[in-house]
């Protein structure tokens, strides 16, 4: 049973930096491309950035470049962003997604909620 | 501003048929798949169907979707009110070389 739980969210302020966790289980992690997409407040879903499958692509969105870092530890079955230089929009809801191809985004984790307030 | 276009909100009565359109251009819909996420109040997304009528076990064939084009449908029958959810519209970008998304349709089942 393929499952994804995100953790590594919280309160931060202005300019500050968190680094999020993605723990994948249930599949072959290493065999995918993995996403980040995130919701703010009563607004609808933003695609973050994406890694491809060993690693050594990742792709940001333009509102996030420069600030925000993907990675991933396949020997951890895990999946990382490490946002930086925080700002109050990007507060936000933040899931992980695993990526199927012409499936999109097949399986999501529940999301771990990044408050940025002074 | 979404690069899929979604209308904001549509509602239906119990028994009914509503369809949810998404349109693109022809570097995302016109070129790629487009699949549809559904969420439920207060939960996170889950994929719903995609432009070639796959969809996850458990997803009730009430559910479909179409593409012409640059533009995408996604089609309930037989509404019930616990489809009362968001949609969104998603597809690669060959352009853009990323994920994009709509800016999701609010149903109301009344």
């Known amino acids: 049973q393929e499952h994804l739980v995100e953790s590594g969210g919280g309160l931060v302020k202005p300019g500050g930096s968190l680094r999020l966790s993605c723990a994948a289980s249930?599949?072959?992690?290493?065999?995918?491309?993995m996403s980040w997409i995130r919701q703010a407040p009563g607004k609808g879903l933003e695609w973050v950035s994406y890694i491809n499958s060993r690693g050594d692509y990742t792709k940001h969105a333009d509102s996030v470049k420069g600030r925000f870092t993907i990675s991933r530890d396949n020997a951890k079955n895990s999946l990382y962003l490490q946002i930086s230089s925080l700002r109050a929009e990007d507060t936000a809801v933040y899931y992980c997604a695993r990526e199927a191809g012409r499936l999109g985004f097949d399986y999501w984790g529940q999301g771990t909620p990044v408050t940025v307030s002074s | 501003q979404s690069v899929l276009t979604q209308p904001p909100s549509t509602s239906g009565t119990p028994g009914q048929r509503v369809t949810i359109s998404c349109s693109g251009s022809s570097s995302n819909i016109g070129s790629n798949a487009v699949n549809w996420y559904q969420q439920l109040p207060g939960t996170a997304p889950k994929r719903l169907i995609n432009s070639d009528n796959q969809r996850p076990s458990g997803v009730p064939d009430r559910f479909s979707a179409s593409k012409s084009g640059t533009s995408a449908s996604l089609a309930i029958s037989g509404l019930q009110f616990e489809d009362e959810a968001d949609y969104y519209c998603a597809a690669w970008d060959d352009i853009l070389s990323n994920w994009v998304l709509g800016g999701g349709t609010k149903l109301t089942v009344l």
């Open positions: 249930g599949f072959t992690f290493s065999d995918y491309y």
